[in-house]
């Protein structure tokens, strides 16, 4: 009777194993890198393609270039072991020197770095002939150390130069076709940039009359008013300057910062001699001496100014909304935060904030920094456009000055 359970125990244990190892019908056999590799060859397949047929061609063409000159000149060790360190030595220059390096502008340790791989190439090919071969029995055109100077060597440098040369003209042509299409890029991104503009514009200022008409109209109500109000004369001028300055900004891609600072305030003394002391917002700038001196797009700090009047709480006197801008000689840096009026299931940030980001995207691209903080009773805005990197970008367009 042991020995029988013995011998089921052993069974069992066989069995377990069995099924450890072979999978049930129940058990779904996945390939998990199949979708990653599908997506990889997708990507990089067509290249790889054209790759291989251009390398084919050449191949094809330089044999039958021997073999019309001599045919006892195509040997597999040519063909196969000579081309494929061609080829090697083609993609290692283009993309580990020549990209990085021009990239970096460091065309010493370019030229450097091309002498190494040129060694590099000349020692692996005097391995695999006179070493490899020899080893294998395969005799060849250098199975003689005499002819290490006057044929290895000269047919070593004669090939790795050509593909050296090869691989310069090769990443050149790409970098023109890359700069090519990022001109094109560059251009749409402009022609979206305009047509965001173009919008801004219109939710900004929807109607514009004669501007003569309306700036005689404002002048006579002005000269009026210091009759009657002397309040009344003092917000109609600052109505006047702002609408001024907005016909100014909306044919122009990019503005003195000063130039919306000063539309900023007297915004802002607008309001406050609308609302009195129901108004709590500070307005600091830190660095005002360089305002005439950055420029800027049009309309984004006032549509974050705007947007806190909108949806922000300036009642409280204790917690008022604040405004920092701080200018220096390569960047501008907006701080901006307030407490939220109650719109319980309403975001401060809106169409209005996309259309800012969306400006910033197209003209900055990644040389400015958004973040935005927004709670049930908070919203807090900061910007930071870094200037030393759009100085092409703003000498290709006018600026308005003072």
């Not at 190892?21 to 390939?31: F, L």
């Not at 003209?169 to 990022?182: C, H, N, P, V």
């Not at 719109?343 to 980001?357: C, D």
């Amino acid at each position: 009777m042991g020995v029988v359970k013995l011998d089921n125990a052993k069974l069992s244990v066989k069995i377990r194993a069995v099924k450890s190892i072979i999978p049930g019908s129940d058990w779904p056999i996945r390939i998990p890198h199949l979708p990653r590799m599908l997506a990889w060859f997708q990507r990089y397949g067509r290249t790889i393609l054209l790759h291989l047929l251009a390398w084919f061609l050449h191949f094809t063409v330089n044999n039958l270039l021997l073999f019309i000159g001599d045919y006892h000149q195509i040997t597999p060790q040519r063909t196969l072991f000579t081309y494929s360190l061609a080829a090697l030595l083609f993609y290692a220059n283009t993309y580990l020197v020549v990209q990085p390096q021009v990239a970096r502008k460091q065309y010493i340790r370019l030229l450097l770095y091309t002498v190494v791989l040129l060694a590099v190439f000349i020692g692996l090919r005097y391995l695999l002939f006179y070493y490899y071969f020899p080893a294998v029995g395969y005799v060849n055109e250098y199975s003689s150390f005499s002819t290490m100077f006057s044929k290895f060597l000269p047919d070593s440098i004669w090939i790795a130069l050509q593909y050296l040369l090869f691989s310069y003209g090769y990443w050149f042509a790409l970098d023109t076709i890359r700069l090519e299409r990022q001109k094109q890029r560059m251009q749409h991104d402009m022609l979206q940039l305009e047509q965001a503009k173009v919008q801004s514009e219109l939710a900004f200022l929807r109607v514009q009359l004669n501007p003569h008409f309306i700036f005689n109209t404002l002048n006579f109500f002005y000269s009026e008013a210091l009759n009657t109000s002397t309040r009344l004369a003092d917000a109609i001028f600052e109505l006047a300057t702002m609408m001024r300055t907005v016909m100014q900004l909306s044919s122009k891609s990019l503005v003195t910062v000063e130039h919306e600072l000063n539309y900023i305030r007297h915004y802002i003394n607008l309001q406050r001699l609308r609302f009195g002391d129901q108004m709590n917002l500070e307005l600091t700038v830190e660095g005002d001496e360089l305002e005439a001196h950055l420029s800027i797009l049009p309309l984004i700090l006032i549509s974050l100014i705007e947007n806190i009047f909108k949806y922000g709480d300036l009642s409280d006197v204790n917690n008022p909304a604040t405004v920092r801008i701080v200018l220096d000689d390569n960047s501008l840096s907006y701080y901006g935060n307030n407490a939220k009026k109650e719109f319980p299931t309403y975001s401060q940030g809106g169409v209005g904030m996309k259309n800012i980001e969306k400006q910033l995207t197209i003209f900055y691209d990644d040389m400015y920094d958004l973040k935005v903080q927004e709670t049930k009773n908070f919203y807090a805005v900061e910007i930071h456009i870094n200037f030393t990197e759009v100085d092409k970008k703003v000498a290709k367009h006018q600026v308005v000055h003072e």
